[in-house]
């Protein structure tokens, strides 16, 4: 028997569940790092994980992907069991992941890694409507990867994921390393991506940012969510989340 949490902390929500998370276990290699995760994504949010580094985050995310080829537990996508999928057919179902290191081809232009993803569902934006979005990226359509500042990389890096019909966005640490006026340009971009029903599951450490986009968090403490709070109660809970990320 594995060991797990007895019960996870839970929240309400009037909407759809579009992922459901129950009691997942992740193993690189041998070891085992997700020690049963729970958590629930209702369908339009924005969802963040929160956690200190090395808490899981990322793997969940990779989990969540099929990235990790040792799953166990359950991980249901509007309605399919996607534990024992392979990644192309998790990507398939409409789940879009940007990975911390972004991804982008150094030696490719903008419009050339904008348009390498293949589309896996309909519905996905237009070249055309990613521009709209991200006028910056029109701007900058025929430079090098390499000529592109973090930001830039980060609004190419989620803009790619659009195209291909995904409709749970995946984005890790989209903050990171970027100055404080680009961060506020990624917050208007992810609750931009929420007024057009897009769902987003975010990896921050930053918790003062995450507020500031979120509907609700998750704690991730090794491997395991061990609290849940919903944005509007952030400021009630502003030291028990400095404790928890030791911030
Ligand atoms: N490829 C790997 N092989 C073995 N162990 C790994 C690998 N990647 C991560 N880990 C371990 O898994 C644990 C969880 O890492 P994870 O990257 O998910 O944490 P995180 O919460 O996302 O934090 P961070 O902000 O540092 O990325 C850590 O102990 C890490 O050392």
């Given at each position: ?10 929240l ?13 276990h ?6 085992h ?18 956690g ?5 985050k ?59 993803p ?14 709209e979005?991200f ?23 989620i803009?790619r ?13 989209p903050?990171e390393g ?12 992810i609750?931009?991506?929420r007024?057009k ?8 450490q ?13 704690v991730?403490e090794?491997?395991r ?23």
């Open positions: 028997m594995l060991e797990t949490l007895a019960s996870a902390p839970v309400p929500s009037t909407r759809r569940t579009l992922l459901d998370a129950r009691d997942l992740a193993w690189y290699g041998e070891s790092i997700l020690h049963g995760m729970t958590f629930t994504i209702p369908e339009g949010e924005v969802v963040t994980l929160l200190r580094n090395g808490a899981g990322t793997t969940t995310m990779r989990s969540i992907m099929g990235l990790l080829r040792k799953r166990e537990g359950s991980l249901v996508y509007d309605g399919t069991e996607t534990v024992g999928l392979p990644p192309n057919r998790i990507a398939r179902l409409g789940i879009g992941y940007v990975p911390e290191e972004r991804g982008i081809f150094a030696s490719l232009n903008v419009r050339e890694n904008l348009e390498l293949p589309v896996v569902k309909p519905g996905g934006l237009t070249t055309a409507e990613v521009y979005l006028p910056r990226l029109l701007e900058r359509k025929g430079s090098q990867g390499t000529k592109l500042s973090g930001g830039e990389q980060q609004m190419l890096a803009a994921i659009l195209r291909t019909g995904a409709k749970l966005l995946l984005l890790d640490e903050t970027l100055a404080p006026v680009i961060v506020q340009q990624i917050g208007e971009i609750r931009t991506l007024a029903g897009f769902t987003v599951l975010l990896v921050e930053n918790f003062r940012f995450a507020a500031t986009v979120a509907d609700r968090h998750y991730v090794h491997g969510v061990v609290d849940a709070i919903l944005n509007e109660d952030v400021p009630a809970n502003t030291a028990k989340l400095q404790e928890y990320l030791g911030v």
